[in-house]
């Protein structure tokens, strides 16, 4: 029984870290995402039976790509009517976009890029867009999906069905967008790779502050995109700014999965080498070329990485860059970020000040940093009882359980009067 267990185990790891890979060529293949699904997870079922008996394949990817294909065959055997629809649209497909060479190793393309620019298509509703990559892409299940856009799990199968649907209906192309359209269909596809990202850094809810595997699968896919379209600055300033964040990963969590503040940690545990190739993609990004907000967020990012400690950080120069930003991508976001970092450079009533001044923002009244930031604020300013109001807010919000272990504690503190 424990072999049998180990054996699922392998193959679910397997599973997980091929399926973006398996449904992007099986989308390609086909043309229609349900049937890619449907047959992607019978070549799961399959893995499951024989890889505990015959072993995990040499090439586990190349093995659920044939058995999958096989059993869309057999589906579509069975049913002609939906082949012959299928085969209208791969027509289509192929005159507009030949298929791709295989790897130089013999192995299957790398298709998961294209699947990344249908899932991104502006046909889409925004919120469709996000949800359908990270189901598609990341390989998140809808309740994952739906806890990252903070709606129902029901709300979420239904728009994951619904951008289906209209992929299906709208004849959108599987291809990667030509030179002409690449200024408008990127932005998307990098909004996409982010929210990704930031599900792994800051998990949306549940136990665990963090989720590192997804957070990696982020960074392994932009530095795809990076590989693809080099001279792109905003795809190397989000590889950099994913690298510098994910850099502090070790030191952002006690040994008990508690949150550690940027003050406290380790700075030893930081990933040094990381650091160094993504304050080297900073450079890159800013360099001759208009500086894009991923860039700019970057080079924050890598200011933080570079000091000794959080005094020793050069806070005007955060500001300066805070003040670049937000006349590229404007937002409550940004303007709370800025005023935070303009607390740490001329003292917390100037940045309570300005948090003040953004209490009528309606994307930040369900934001838990907001009040949390205030609260460290009022706290530092002696206003312990508007403090512990702030925590309290900020608690309701929270979406993790170290998040609210944190704010528990720190609403002890000021409480007490500490």
Request: with cysteine; charged share 25%; proline share 7%.
């Amino acid at each position: 029984m424990a072999e049998q267990t180990r054996a699922q185990a392998s193959v679910e790891a397997v599973f997980r870290e091929e399926y973006g890979r398996l449904l992007a060529t099986l989308v390609r293949r086909f043309g229609d995402l349900d049937l890619a699904e449907e047959v992607a997870s019978d070549a799961l079922e399959v893995a499951l039976v024989r890889w505990p008996v015959d072993g995990v394949p040499t090439k586990p990817g190349a093995w659920l790509v044939t058995t999958a294909r096989r059993r869309a065959v057999d589906r579509l055997r069975r049913d002609q009517t939906y082949a012959a629809r299928l085969a209208v649209l791969q027509v289509e497909a192929d005159r507009a976009d030949p298929a791709p060479p295989a790897d130089a190793d013999g192995g299957l393309p790398d298709e998961r890029l294209q699947l990344f620019f249908t899932c991104a298509h502006p046909a889409l509703p925004e919120e469709d867009r996000g949800a359908l990559t990270l189901r598609c892409l990341a390989g998140l299940t809808t309740p994952e999906v739906a806890r990252a856009y903070l709606v129902p799990t029901a709300t979420m199968a239904q728009r994951i069905v619904r951008a289906k649907k209209k992929i299906r209906l709208a004849r959108i192309p599987f291809r990667v967008p030509g030179p002409d359209e690449l200024p408008g269909r990127l932005p998307g596809v990098l909004q996409v790779l982010y929210s990704i990202f930031t599900e792994g850094y800051i998990a949306s809810a549940g136990p665990d502050l963090q989720r590192p595997d997804v957070a990696e699968e982020a960074i392994r896919l932009t530095r795809i995109l990076h590989r693809l379209l080099p001279a792109e600055g905003e795809v190397t300033g989000l590889l950099a700014l994913m690298l510098l964040i994910h850099a502090r990963r070790e030191a952002r969590t006690g040994s008990g999965g508690e949150l550690v503040l940027l003050a406290d940690q380790d700075r030893d545990r930081w990933d040094r080498a990381m650091i160094d190739e993504g304050a080297g993609l900073v450079v890159t990004a800013l360099t001759g070329r208009p500086a894009g907000p991923y860039g700019v967020q970057a080079a924050i990012a890598a200011l933080h990485d570079e000091a000794p400690d959080v005094p020793g950080t050069d806070w005007p120069q955060i500001v300066a860059l805070y003040d670049v930003l937000r006349t590229l991508a404007p937002s409550p976001i940004v303007e709370l970020n800025r005023a935070v970092a303009v607390a740490m450079r001329d003292g917390p009533e100037a940045g309570l000040e300005l948090l003040d001044a953004l209490a009528g923002e309606a994307r930040l009244r369900g934001h838990h940093p907001y009040p949390a930031a205030r609260a460290e604020l009022l706290a530092r300013l002696g206003r312990n009882t508007e403090a512990a109001a702030a925590y309290r807010d900020a608690l309701e919000l929270a979406g993790t359980d170290p998040e609210r272990d944190h704010l528990r504690a720190r609403l002890r503190e000021v409480e007490c009067g500490g």
